[in-house]
């Protein structure tokens, strides 16, 4: 009885064993997801942490899909979220990465960079008479 290598039917031929390189086999497989980096989340959490203290968001989520990541805002926790801050990459090069929607999908604001799309919940001053 010859020892040889677990593969399965097909994989050696007439030039030997196939060779694969191992990253590209594992992105291929199973691809990295997207996230938001440290500085982006920090900048979502910044807002998100003044809208809590003013009474306006209660509760957030995160997710990570293969094509875009995507932080969520709520009311309440048990509602459809208020709006949605999403980062696709694949839609860097043209419309820009990031995209803030509405409860309705809605795009209300879109761009290369994260800081510009997040200016969309800064609210206007208001003039105060004395």
Not at 19 to 44: G, M, Q
Not at 51 to 60: A, I, L, N, S, T
Not at 90 to 103: E, I, P
């Amino acid at each position: 009885m010859t020892e040889t290598p677990d593969s399965s039917p097909g994989e050696t031929g007439a030039q030997g064993p196939n060779v694969v390189d191992l990253r590209e086999y594992r992105s291929n497989k199973d691809p990295v997801p997207v996230t938001f980096h440290r500085r982006e989340l920090d900048a979502i959490l910044r807002i998100y942490g003044r809208m809590v203290g003013e009474g306006e968001w209660r509760d957030y989520a995160i997710d990570h899909t293969h094509e875009k990541a995507i932080f969520s805002i709520f009311k309440r926790s048990g509602e459809m979220p208020l709006y949605r801050v999403e980062k696709n990459p694949k839609l860097a090069a043209k419309q820009g990465a990031y995209c803030v929607l509405n409860a309705h999908g809605m795009i209300l604001k879109r761009g290369h960079e994260l800081d510009q799309v997040l200016k969309v919940f800064d609210k206007a001053l208001k003039l105060i008479k004395t």
